[in-house]
């Protein structure tokens, strides 16, 4: 059964299988005439068992309703396209759109598969893993188009509620939050989760993700949030959260830069390798694949962080990017 966690505002708790978030969040606002959904879950069957199961113990019929979407990830976007019916609105950040279907989506992950290959991957894990990448196969039907776009300062009225959107981007290239002013209240997707940290890597045409993301941490950090609804997992002391996750990359960009002066020309890969990882795993050659794909593409953020704030020097020259310290 959902939780209720305010008058009319219930938490349904997705399953995400064999994922180590292991439940996404998914937010239900009765309204009066309409009703809106807050993030869904993967495309998969467990996931939409679990969603669909929850929305017909509130009794949520999707032609009243609307679904708002904080970031891309397939964790929160995938089953948006399958639940919906004629009547149903589904809203994602505007720059967020290009990544959700067709022939834009398609370049955009054949892109990733070169940043993968240029930041050291050894082929044969490329070749295993990259085609049925498990959150790729997960994402959502990449024929639906219809999509609404969110800008910043954009209102959403369901009942008594008015959710603000607020644009943080970092954790993707143009996140949101929404914020409900008059109950001090704020849905932080996975710009701030309290149990995990939120995963910080590279995007195309973004040229610093971890520095959008620290100035994000810092601007939200002025709303008077006294109640956090995170992605996943449990709440906690939000202005806390937000100084421990500042501090927390701080001290990853420390760890980044000491990895590279100690291993001069490395890969992105081969410095990942050095950095401490919070995961039960003897070595950085048992890391299974996925997680090397998350441990990568956050080095590269820290990296990139590095190489915008004239610590570091990339080498593009080869196929597979180097780095190096700068004094
Ligand atoms: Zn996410």
Redesign the pocket.
């Known amino acids: 059964m959902p939780e209720e966690l305010m008058k009319n505002i219930y938490r349904i708790r997705v399953n995400l299988p064999d994922s180590p978030l292991k439940t996404l969040n998914s937010y239900v606002i009765k309204g009066e005439r309409r009703n809106l959904i807050v993030d869904t879950g993967f495309r998969t069957r467990e996931c939409r068992g679990s969603l669909e199961s929850g929305l017909k113990d509130l009794g949520i019929d999707m032609e009243n309703t609307d679904i708002v979407l904080t ?1 891309l ?1 397939s ?2 976007t995938g089953l948006a396209p399958d639940i919906a019916v004629p009547g149903t609105r589904i809203f994602i950040s505007r720059e967020e759109i290009p990544w959700m279907y067709g022939e834009t989506r398609t370049m955009l992950w054949r892109m990733d598969n070169i940043k993968v290959r240029r930041s050291g991957f050894p082929s044969e894990i490329i070749e295993k893993y990259l085609d049925d990448a498990a959150p790729r196969s997960m994402a959502s039907d990449i024929e639906f188009e219809d999509y609404l776009p969110i800008d910043d300062g954009d209102e959403f009225t369901y009942g008594e509620y008015t959710l603000k959107a607020v644009r943080t981007p970092g ?2 290239p143009a996140h949101m939050c929404f914020w409900m002013e008059e109950q001090k209240t704020m849905f932080t ?2 710009h701030v989760l309290f149990d995990i940290s ?2 910080i890597t590279l995007w195309h045409f973004v040229e610093d993700s971890l520095g959008d993301y620290l100035n994000s941490l810092k601007m939200i950090d002025r709303y008077d949030v006294r109640l956090a609804l995170p ?1 996943h997992r449990e709440t906690g002391n939000f202005h806390e959260r937000t100084a421990q996750l500042i501090e927390h990359h701080e001290r990853r960009l420390e760890e980044c830069l000491n990895a590279v002066i100690g291993y001069p020309d490395s890969s992105a890969y081969d410095i990942a390798g050095k950095m401490t990882w919070k995961i039960r795993c003897g070595s950085w050659d048992d890391f299974p694949i996925s997680q090397k794909w998350f441990a990568v593409g956050e080095c590269l953020s820290h990296l990139r962080h590095l190489e915008m704030t004239g610590k570091i020097k990339a080498d593009e020259s080869r196929e597979v990017i180097r780095f190096r310290a700068l004094r």
């Open positions: 970031h990830h964790d929160h954790h993707t997707g996975d939120p995963n992605g």
